[in-house]
């Protein structure tokens, strides 16, 4: 390589990666983004350190757990301040800019730092004819598709850079986060298939931790008027209902995902008619997975598979062998330092990812992360009432503490309850429907691998005295 590649981030909200077809989507379509898989890499391990909007995103730009920058909650806003990745690109010579959902505070001083030009949705936004922010508090009132806005936003910033700079650009898009609201055009798409069950939609949750059973995230806690846009037809028994409200949700899910996976197809388009395609990164991921009705959930928080995934796909004929994929695993915190190798820029000594590249490259070294850490901060949040947590997900298995944070979280509801701790051998049970922490075989699997998770708190620094747990037992 002899010139610096540029960079398209492309970050949506909240989608999971069941719900592409490249990943085996039994529900959809998308073929802009397979086509994206096919040209580049697949990460079929990728995964967040917090399974919540801002926190991801800020362990994204910071190359940080949530504890070292501070986002450990929706509630704690980005200190601009910190170091991130586009402002290092940025001091590099790299055209910066970023339009989309941010939702990592603005205004008073803690606008976005490190871009040339940015326009924002203020907070989540909204998805029909949104009102932008930009800097200097100029309001940008728009009329149409948030999705389409943004990509248009994205294609306009592109013609009218500066050719002789590599360009860094993040699109953000705020689809598919709730309340799932489809361009006009996509309206009556799966009016008339009735979209497949996940193999777990009924599971009833037995064995689980009883903080897990009582989370308020099943299909009966959906909003009919935000969420299903419809009241409840009369006449319908619990269980008709609870089929009924999926259907519902999950074809507007997927109507809001189809108009995504169209703005990654004009993206594509355009850097081939710009012949810019050979020597830009583009990356598609989103800030975390989403519950598709499995375990009978919508959301995220969990540390269980669907939610803690995150589609990453990597573009880059220079570097990436094209239809390749990778199995190792790699967190949100990883995307800073590989972008900055990318670049040939050099990161900081602080960091606490590390660069991908000889993944991207086809070539996991010996040694490579063969675990990964996650903690979830917002014990007992008002609306979900899921409770805080922290674990170890390896190759194999999963280890899972909610450990009751006595802290507690503003605003928190329900009962306070015993630490409790999960179990999963993933080779065996990929669903995670059978929590091994109470049998003779599991307590003996758990004990190791609670021996990597406290290694692996104390490695990343989180090491807060107030959590210091023994072994798991029986719950
Ligand atoms: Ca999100």
Redesign the pocket.
């Known amino acids: 390589m002899t010139t610096a590649p540029n960079f398209l981030f492309v970050m949506s909200?909240?989608h999971a990666c069941h719900a592409i077809s490249a990943y085996g989507s039994l529900l959809n379509q998308t073929p802009h983004l397979d086509r994206l898989a096919g040209e580049g890499m697949r990460f079929d391990a990728a995964f967040c350190t917090n399974s919540?909007?801002a926190p991801?995103r800020a362990a994204i730009l910071t190359g940080t757990y949530n504890h070292r920058n501070g986002v450990t909650t929706l509630d704690a806003p980005l200190d601009n301040g910190l170091w991130t990745f586009p402002q290092a690109l940025q001091a590099a010579g790299y055209q910066t800019a970023l339009f989309g959902k941010w939702h990592l505070g603005h205004g008073r001083g803690a606008d976005p730092s490190g871009f040339d030009k940015w326009r924002i949705l203020p907070g989540q936004g909204h998805y029909h004819n949104p009102v932008f922010l930009e800097a200097d508090g100029v309001v940008v009132e728009r009329g149409g598709y948030v999705t389409d806005l943004i990509t248009d936003d994205c294609i306009d910033y592109l013609d009218g850079r500066d050719r002789s700079k590599p360009f860094a650009l993040l699109c953000h898009h705020k689809a598919p986060?709730r309340s799932w609201e489809p361009a006009p055009r996509h309206f009556d798409l799966y009016d008339d298939v009735e979209m497949p069950y996940p193999p777990t939609f009924t599971d009833d949750l037995d064995g689980r931790a009883e903080v897990v059973q009582a989370v308020k995230m099943r299909m009966m806690d959906l909003d009919p008027i935000i969420d299903l846009k419809s009241p409840v037809p009369p006449g319908l028994d619990r269980e008709e209902e609870i089929r009924w409200r999926y259907q519902r949700y999950i074809k507007e899910y997927l109507r809001v995902v189809a108009a995504i996976d169209e703005s990654v197809g004009r993206l594509l388009d355009y850097l081939d008619d710009d012949g810019i395609a050979d020597n830009t990164v583009v990356v598609y991921t989103s800030?975390?997975g989403f519950f598709l009705g499995d375990h009978g959930w919508f959301d995220?928080r969990l540390m269980y598979e669907e939610s803690l995934a995150m589609p990453l796909l990597v573009r880059y004929p220079d570097m990436i062998a094209a239809q390749s994929v990778c199995d190792d695993i790699v967190v949100n915190v990883d995307f800073a330092p590989t972008i900055l190798e990318l670049a040939g820029v050099e990161p900081p000594g602080d960091l606490q990812g590390t660069s991908a590249v000889p993944l991207l490259e086809g070539n996991a070294p010996e040694g490579w992360q063969d675990s990964m850490y996650y903690r979830y901060w917002m014990h007992n949040d008002p609306s979900h009432s899921c409770p805080a947590h922290f674990g170890l997900r390896t190759r194999t298995h999963k280890l899972i503490c909610y450990y009751n944070d006595p802290m507690g979280q503003p605003g928190a509801s329900g009962p306070s309850n015993p630490v409790e701790w999960e179990l999963f051998d993933l080779v065996a049970d990929p669903h995670e429907v059978i929590n091994l922490i109470d049998t003779h075989e599991g307590r003996l699997i758990a004990a190791e691998l609670h021996q990597q998770l406290v290694e692996h708190r104390r490695r990343v620094g989180d090491v807060d005295e107030t959590i210091q747990l023994a072994p798991p037992t029986s719950n």
Do not use: A, G, N, V
Request: proline share 0%; glycine share 0%.
């Open positions: 909200d909240d919540i909007c991801s986060h800030d975390q995220k």
